[in-house]
């Protein structure tokens, strides 16, 4: 199915504001330009088909409708002072080394927030949120997404800021039109539209949901001792990103990551050990990590790859 061409709803009134086709009188009289291309609209207020603007010149405007409607979502968290933030759930396993099993989720609902202070564009250096919302002594961070969406590089900064994020997809709502009304419920209120890029309570909420997995495991019954199987190695796999040796190791209860002592690099590890719930094992000199966590570890090993992985014997 095709995607609904998307109709220019919004636009810029002759004082400024952002405002809405269905607020300004018909036609020329409007008065309003576009904020894309900065050209004179009309307002298209028919019977027939939806109102929405249209460029004076008659000439199209590649971008016009989706950079107004990128414009009048952080107009609408303005003008509402607040923001419902998405909640977030966080599931983990673990197995014992002796074959019981657990999973455990901890999670945060959605919850609302009143704002302080709301700023639009602001520059933090390294990134420029499309809104800043204040709240005591936090900063969220809010990034609309009507054409263009955080990638990884950004992503990194945002992580790297360490301010709650959040990302508000507009892409998947195949509309012709919008008014302030369906942006009140949709980027204000609502919450199926929006994902954390960053919340700082995610660390704790993996350590809970791995203590919990832990403790169901331990409270399952004891497995029946079976005869001792000739005791094979685990599978062990050598990487060398930025030119260092680690090894990865599989066992049945997690995925253990070997290195030589390197300061610089165990920062690293440390990172990934916040992302993916891994912990330092002082008696074997290694680092566990769950293990759905392996393809984690591998993507960004990969990332500082500097020659092929090797299976060891």
């Known amino acids: 199915m095709e995607a609904t061409s998307l109709l220019q709803s919004f636009a810029i009134a002759k004082d400024g504001r952002v405002v809405s086709v269905n607020e300004v009188e018909r036609g020329q009289a409007c ?7 900065l050209r004179p609209l009309i307002a298209r207020q028919g019977d027939v088909r939806v109102w929405h603007f249209a460029h004076a010149s008659g000439a199209d405007c590649e971008g016009g ?14 003008r509402a002072g607040g923001i419902t933030l998405p909640g977030l759930s966080v599931k983990r396993s673990v197995t014992l080394p002796d074959g019981r099993h657990g999973t455990g989720e901890a999670s945060i ?11 639009t564009e602001v ?25 263009h969406f955080v990638d990884q590089a ?9 301010n709650p994020s959040i990302e508000i997809d507009l892409r998947r709502f195949d509309r012709e039109s919008w008014d302030w009304a369906a942006l009140d419920e949709i980027v204000v209120h609502g919450a199926e539209a929006k994902r954390w890029l960053f919340l700082p309570e995610q660390r704790t ?23 001792p199987l000739p005791k094979a190695k685990p599978p062990r796999t050598r990487y060398w990103p930025d030119n260092r040796i680690v090894d990865l190791v599989d066992f049945p209860f997690g995925v253990a990551l070997w290195s030589p002592y390197d300061v610089q690099f165990n920062e690293v ?12 094992q002082r008696a074997h000199k290694n680092w566990l990590f769950p293990v759905e966590a392996k393809p984690f570890l591998v993507a960004e090993i990969a990332k500082r790859q500097t020659r ?6």
Request: charged share 20%.
């Open 154 to 162: 950004k992503l990194a900064v945002l992580r790297g800021l360490g």
């Open 31 to 37: 008065g309003c330009t576009c904020p894309s291309c």
């Open 269 to 280: 590890v440390k990172t990934w050990c916040r992302d993916f719930g891994g912990r330092w």
């Open 65 to 78: 409708a989706e950079s107004a409607l990128h414009l009048a979502a952080k107009a609408a968290i303005e």
């Open 109 to 119: 609902p959605e919850t609302w927030i009143d704002f302080t202070t709301v700023r």
């Open 308 to 313: 092929p992985p090797e299976r060891m014997a």
């Open 205 to 227: 909420l993996i350590e809970t949901a791995i203590e919990q997995a832990r403790a169901v495991a331990e409270g399952m019954p004891l497995p029946t001792p079976r005869q």
């Open 123 to 147: 520059n933090l250096g390294a990134v420029i949120p499309d809104v800043v919302g204040t709240a005591g002594t936090a900063s969220y961070l809010i990034e609309v997404g009507v054409t």
